[in-house]
């Protein structure tokens, strides 16, 4: 069983930073794509960044220039960190992870909320 779990949300003002962080944990071999998504109320959830093992990254254009994703292997760990944020920026933040334990899982965390307040 693998779980990732999320920390490091809250609530910031307009033009403030934060880091997210996103821990896996379980019987894992090897970690593919790492990513960060957010979802709004009524609305689907959508990609923020991913980072594939060898540290390509992708991002969504809404963020491009302010965000910057990141990973630690050896801690089965990646990081979003969040400049000048914007009060659109504000939704619940999932961390997925594509998980080789003997078969490809897609894990996902349980959400950690970021408020950006204006």
């Known amino acids: 069983q693998v779980q990732l779990v999320e920390s490091g949300g809250g609530l910031v003002q307009a033009g403030g930073s934060l880091r997210l962080s996103c821990v896996a944990s379980?019987?894992?071999?090897?970690?593919?794509?790492m990513g960060w998504y957010r979802q709004t109320p009524g609305k689907q959830r959508e990609l923020v960044a991913v980072i594939t093992s060898r540290g390509n990254t992708n991002y969504a254009d809404s963020v491009k220039g302010r965000f910057t994703i990141s990973r630690d292997n050896a801690k089965n760990t990646v990081y979003l960190q969040m400049n000048s944020l914007k009060p659109e920026d504000t939704a619940v933040y999932y961390c997925?992870?594509?998980?080789?334990?003997?078969?490809?899982?897609?894990?996902w965390g349980q959400g950690t909320q970021v408020t950006v307040s204006s």
């Open positions: 997925n992870a594509d998980v080789e334990v003997g078969v490809t899982i897609r894990s």
């Open positions: 379980g019987t894992i071999l090897s970690i593919n794509t």
